[in-house]
């Protein structure tokens, strides 16, 4: 599973765009990145995957570059309550019955001041 | 309705007693999960079921064991509980893709 690294912490405003990046340099071919986001007390929360080019939903914004190698998750207008700990995950292992194994990092703390 | 449901939410009990979190999705899902995240919130995956079949099992003490009744439940049986057992356990389950929907955890404090 490649290995990701990302920012520990940041901090910004509310209202303002929020991009967060992550380094992947040994992603494979295969693999896929997802972006996870944890509130205190909660679980993890998917926020949304992507394999290349930009990917969007309600929520966030994925920018994949043409060597894969980082990711950009992009959160628009964030609000006091998009503050949370954000997981880049990627890899994706070839289901002998449909398990994935999951690694999470570090993740990055994201903090929105008002 | 909630999705991945564990119980309970929180746990307090005595070094060298065994006790049991139990979970349940309504999702429909094949495959479930148990991971571990412990005080520097490093979240670590124990166990993967699918279709009540074990497929992961990682290094976990022995004291630790899952049972799936059925594929829309995945308890944690744990043994001779130890002080560093103390972290937040969470749920999971998936179908078919890298996407994995959590359960809410449960705190376990082993005093």
């Known amino acids: 599973l490649a290995k990701t690294t990302q920012p520990i912490s940041m901090d910004s405003y509310e209202g303002q765009e929020v991009n967060i990046t992550c380094s992947h340099n040994n992603i494979a071919t295969n693999d896929y990145i997802t972006w996870y986001q944890q509130f205190p007390s909660q679980g993890p929360r998917f926020i949304i995957q992507?394999?290349?080019t930009k990917v969007t939903n309600e929520v966030a914004s994925l920018f994949i570059p043409a060597d894969r190698k980082s990711s950009t998750l992009s959160l628009p207008r964030v609000s006091l309550s998009d503050t949370a700990v954000y997981y880049c995950?990627?890899?994706?292992?070839?289901?002998?019955?449909?398990?994935?194994?999951?690694?999470f990092g570090k993740g990055t703390r994201l903090h929105i001041l008002p | 309705d909630t999705a991945v449901s564990q119980t309970p939410k929180y746990l307090v009990t005595q070094m060298g007693n065994d006790k049991s979190i139990k979970c349940e999705q309504n999702l429909g899902h094949d495959t479930m999960y148990w991971y571990k995240q412990d005080s520097k919130k490093f979240l670590k995956i124990m166990f993967s079921y699918n279709n009540k079949e074990l497929i992961i099992n990682e290094t976990v003490p022995n004291r630790f064991s899952p049972k799936s009744p059925d594929k829309a439940h995945l308890n944690l049986h744990i043994n001779s509980l130890e002080l560093g057992d103390s972290a937040v356990y969470f749920c999971?389950?998936?179908?078919?893709?890298?996407?994995?929907?959590f359960g809410a955890g449960t705190r376990l404090s082993v005093l």
């Open positions: 995950l990627v890899g994706l292992i070839p289901p002998p019955r449909f398990v994935y194994k999951i690694i």
């Open positions: 999971a389950s998936s179908q078919d893709a890298p996407i994995q929907y």
């Open positions: 992507g394999y290349k």
